[in-house]
């Protein structure tokens, strides 16, 4: 597969990162997971199956679910019904070893609201260049969208009173 091929993962730490420490590959992962850790966006990873295998603590507090209560479970968890379409073929193109362009699309959280999210996924692949499952990245994106529509509303009440007024 040529896309595993150019996308084999590689950690480079800078060489005086803790005097050196960070070039042992444990502690290079180390790294890695405290960013991941530590991220204010919700980062997940899930199988090809859809079943979830990691959840950060950001996706814990973005959909409401411990780690403990999501891994292991569907990632349906969180795509609503009308937008499992959408995760169809985002899964399809996963498979391939593609990447999703960025999008804004719609989650759930535990309590059932319907949240905006700015969300990207990239497919794993293991080092036989296989793709394994996939890890999407996604930002809460809700009280944005709000405000763009009250802008939009706004604009089409000066609109109307301008259109309105010069009669």
Not at 47 to 69: F, P, V
Not at 103 to 119: C, M, Q
Not at 130 to 159: C, F, M, N, P
Request: hydrophobic share 40%; charged share 30%; proline share 4%.
């Amino acid at each position: 597969m040529a896309v595993a091929e150019e996308r084999q993962p590689t950690v480079v730490v800078h060489p005086d990162m803790d005097g050196g420490a960070f070039a042992r590959p444990e502690s290079a992962r180390a790294w890695l997971a405290a960013i991941v850790d530590f991220s204010s966006d919700a980062i997940l990873s899930k199988k090809l199956d859809g079943t979830i295998t990691s959840w950060n603590a950001a996706a814990e507090r973005m959909y409401g679910y411990t780690a403990a209560e999501a891994i292991g479970r569907s990632i349906e968890l969180i795509v609503p019904e009308d937008r499992r379409d959408e995760l169809k073929g985002m899964d399809e193109r996963l498979a391939r070893g593609e990447c999703v362009a960025p999008l804004e699309t719609v989650r759930l959280t535990r309590d059932g609201r319907r949240i905006d999210v700015a969300l990207t996924m990239s497919p794993i692949i293991d080092h036989a260049g296989a793709v394994v499952g996939a890890s999407g990245i996604a930002r809460d994106i809700t009280e944005r969208r709000r405000a763009e529509e009250a802008l939009r509303r706004s604009r089409d009440q000066l609109k109307d009173f301008v259109k309105n007024s010069a009669l």
